[in-house]
């Protein structure tokens, strides 16, 4: 009996996979991506447990156990980029998830095909822009001699390099980050909307709905499960900020409030060749965002039905 099972199984694989052939294939780029370019390169968290030595490479470098995990809580630094880290990232969350929704829900009510497409159009292109023409135009705009700077001087405030202030750091890095994203992340959004059932606006306005109200009642409802997968996965990524951004913006002066894990793991492992403890660096960040991925998962299948698994 499971022999013959075993056989239908095999048969009904054999025949999918002759009958799509073609997007397996397609599939497959994409495995192979993945497995040489995030799993391969797994045996190298090795390296946290040891005092790696580039002559001597991994395997024959001298094991350290947990020391460089001890070493990194015990460092001065540990607890700032930690905090800073966290901050950057709910302040993100905070503001810049729920930015692309409400974009999506205005255009959603746009009726002018022109003018929705001109918007789209201009908040699309500064995701196409690379990360360091956006920090240049950044920097010259905050600069002392900047357009920012102009305009608070006609107000009669003083003229200052508003990215030497570390307490205007984290503001200017998330505010940018909502304007290059915006646009882009509002097109899954968008697509969510287009899904909803156009019959159930219908009854609403025969029940004597506003549009307040079809908001509440359908379109939000509607948009639940987009929501919650997107969440879960940006909780997933909490500790995770890209360090292009930050190191291209921050400076001496801003480390109190700007200097985050990525950029300092840079500093420690390129910099400073330091690779054991940057990775063990990594490693704990990893996890940490692993916890968090578990745990919001959780939290959305237990409150709202919705989860990745």
Same mark, same amino acid.
């Given at each position: 009996?499971?022999?013959?099972?075993?056989?239908?199984?095999?048969?009904?694989?054999?025949?999918?996979?002759?009958?799509?052939?073609?997007?397996?294939?397609?599939?497959?780029?994409?495995?192979?991506?993945?497995?040489?370019?995030?799993?391969?390169?797994?045996?190298?968290?090795?390296?946290?447990?040891?005092?790696?030595?580039?002559?001597?490479?991994?395997?024959?470098?001298?094991?350290?156990?947990?020391?460089?995990?001890?070493?990194?809580?015990?460092?001065?630094?540990?607890?700032?980029?930690?905090?800073?880290?966290?901050?950057?990232?709910?302040?993100?969350?905070?503001?810049?998830?729920?930015?692309?929704?409400?974009?999506?829900?205005?255009?959603?009510?746009?009726?002018?095909?022109?003018?929705?497409?001109?918007?789209?159009?201009?908040?699309?292109?500064?995701?196409?822009?690379?990360?360091?023409?956006?920090?240049?135009?950044?920097?010259?705009?905050?600069?002392?001699?900047?357009?920012?700077?102009?305009?608070?001087?006609?107000?009669?405030?003083?003229?200052?390099?508003?990215?030497?202030?570390?307490?205007?750091?984290?503001?200017?890095?998330?505010?940018?980050?909502?304007?290059?994203?915006?646009?882009?992340?509002?097109?899954?959004?968008?697509?969510?909307?287009?899904?909803?059932?156009?019959?159930?606006?219908?009854?609403? $306005?025969?029940?004597?709905?506003?549009?307040?109200?079809?908001?509440?009642? $359908?379109?939000?409802?509607?948009?639940?499960?987009?929501?919650?997968?997107?969440?879960?996965?940006?909780?997933?990524?909490?500790?995770?900020?890209?360090?292009?951004?930050?190191?291209?913006?921050?400076?001496?002066?801003?480390?109190?409030?700007?200097?985050?894990?990525?950029?300092?793991?840079?500093?420690?492992?390129?910099?400073?060749?330091?690779?054991?403890?940057?990775?063990?660096?990594?490693?704990?960040?990893?996890?940490?965002?692993?916890?968090?991925?578990?745990?919001?998962?959780?939290?959305?299948?237990?409150?709202?039905?919705?989860?990745?698994?």
């Amino acid at each position: 009996m499971k022999e013959t099972t075993r056989h239908i199984k095999r048969s009904i694989i054999s025949s999918d996979i002759k009958r799509n052939k073609y997007i397996y294939l397609m599939v497959l780029a994409v495995v192979v991506w993945y497995v040489i370019f995030c799993y391969v390169p797994m045996y190298g968290t090795v390296i946290a447990f040891k005092k790696y030595s580039v002559g001597l490479g991994i395997f024959k470098s001298s094991w350290v156990g947990i020391d460089n995990f001890t070493a990194f809580f015990r460092d001065v630094n540990s607890w700032r980029i930690i905090k800073n880290t966290l901050l950057i990232s709910i302040y993100d969350i905070l503001w810049g998830f729920p930015a692309p929704i409400i974009l999506a829900l205005l255009l959603n009510e746009v009726k002018n095909k022109f003018f929705k497409r001109t918007v789209q159009t201009l908040t699309y292109l500064p995701y196409f822009i690379s990360t360091v023409v956006v920090c240049g135009i950044i920097v010259d705009f905050t600069s002392s001699s900047g357009l920012i700077n102009q305009l608070i001087s006609s107000f009669g405030f003083e003229k200052t390099n508003l990215l030497s202030q570390s307490g205007l750091f984290r503001t200017i890095f998330i505010s940018t980050n909502i304007w290059q994203s915006i646009g882009w992340n509002s097109i899954i959004y968008l697509a969510a909307l287009s899904n909803i059932d156009p019959g159930l606006y219908e009854a609403a $306005v025969m029940d004597g709905a506003g549009k307040w109200k079809q908001l509440i009642h $359908v379109t939000l409802p509607g948009l639940t499960s987009t929501i919650m997968v997107l969440l879960i996965l940006r909780m997933g990524s909490i500790m995770s900020i890209g360090f292009e951004k930050i190191i291209l913006l921050y400076n001496p002066l801003t480390y109190e409030t700007a200097d985050v894990i990525s950029s300092y793991v840079y500093r420690r492992g390129l910099l400073n060749a330091d690779y054991s403890y940057s990775t063990a660096i990594g490693l704990f960040n990893s996890v940490i965002n692993l916890l968090f991925l578990v745990g919001a998962n959780w939290l959305s299948k237990k409150y709202t039905e919705n989860s990745l698994w």
